[in-house]
């Protein structure tokens, strides 16, 4: 057997010493991940009301028959003249039209048997012009009203949220400033943050004040009021005081 040189000796225990280092520095590290020091959590939330400035109308129609083709044809019959009443008055953005759902479906009888057909079809109006809207709807014969609801345009959206997340953030750093007072630190620094909007989605007007209104004259405009709702801007994150 050869003997082990001094040499190799120094260069084993040299490699035992750096791994240990390694080591030792390794579990440090993982420990500061683990348990950070000066670090805080906070939430600061902004809200701003903004008046609902879009308006959905859904028409719709229904019509049943021994004949799958004199139903489609009918209610075929039923969108052309609604959207030809409504692009006469059309505006890009203002008053808006389309057609929505369209079905056709047998009728069975207790022994499964085809005993006729029914379908139904929509066509959905929407845009800023309420009163042009609600006039609209009004006009319009060949279909009835089966849903409305209120809603913000893209527009009012990012202006509203836009207003909320600067008083937001406006309000996480003055938290982070008094905390980090409180605590007895002299600066902080922004570790990470989230920023989060809710959505308030289409407001439904009850059906119940629709069928009221109709009621009076099936051409009189429908009574909107345009109402209010409240985008929240929330923001969420963590500082690392220093002193």
Not at 162 to 190: H, M, N, P, W
Request: hydrophobic letters at 40%.
């Amino acid at each position: 057997m050869k003997p082990v040189s001094t040499h190799s000796k120094l260069l084993g225990r040299l490699t035992a010493c750096v791994v240990a280092a390694v080591s030792i520095s390794s579990a440090a590290f993982a420990a500061d991940l683990a348990a950070p020091s000066g670090v805080v959590a906070l939430t600061a939330t902004a809200s701003t009301d903004v008046t609902r400035d879009m308006l959905t109308i859904t028409l719709m129609t229904n019509r049943d028959g021994a004949d799958a083709n004199a139903v489609q044809s009918s209610l075929k019959q039923a969108v052309e003249s609604a959207l030809s009443e409504a692009r006469s008055v059309s505006r890009p953005g203002q008053i808006d039209v389309r057609t929505g759902n369209f079905s056709l479906s047998p009728r069975y009888s207790p022994k499964n048997a085809i005993t006729g057909w029914q379908g139904s079809a929509e066509v959905v109006l929407e845009g800023r012009d309420l009163p042009g809207l609600s006039q609209l709807a009004g006009r319009i014969q060949s279909m009835s009203i089966a849903r409305v609801s209120q809603g913000l345009s893209r527009e009012q959206r990012e202006k509203a949220e836009a207003g909320a997340l600067s008083q937001a953030i406006s309000r996480y750093r003055a938290q982070a400033a008094e905390v980090t007072k409180q605590f007895g630190y002299t600066s902080y620094a922004v570790r990470e943050v989230s920023v989060s909007t809710n959505d308030p989605g289409p407001n439904p007007v009850p059906m119940f004040a629709v069928a009221r209104s109709m009621a009076v004259q099936n051409d009189a405009p429908m009574p909107i009021e345009a109402g209010q709702t409240s985008v929240t801007v929330t923001v969420n994150g963590t500082v690392q005081m220093a002193k």
